[in-house]
């Protein structure tokens, strides 16, 4: 995996985290919310790696 690839998938987990984490820290989670996020940040994830993962031309 090149560094771009895993630079951003790693960058995005960490987002997401501590957008989480600020959530929670403002007020309570509603987890049927996170239930809907989370799936949609990993499909944003892999979209992104596969779009980093084209080859240049």
């Known amino acids: ?10 960058g995005m ?3 997401t ?4 984490a600020l959530w929670s820290g403002f007020g309570q989670v509603d987890t049927r ?3 809907m996020i ?5 499909v ?3 979209a992104g790696m596969l779009l980093l993962s084209r080859g240049r031309n």
């Open 1 to 10: 995996m090149s560094r771009d690839r895993l630079a951003f998938a790693v």
């Open 13 to 15: 987990l960490a987002l």
């Open 17 to 20: 985290l501590a957008g989480l």
């Open 33 to 35: 919310t996170v239930q």
């Open 38 to 42: 989370v799936p949609v940040v990993l």
């Open 44 to 46: 944003v994830i892999g």
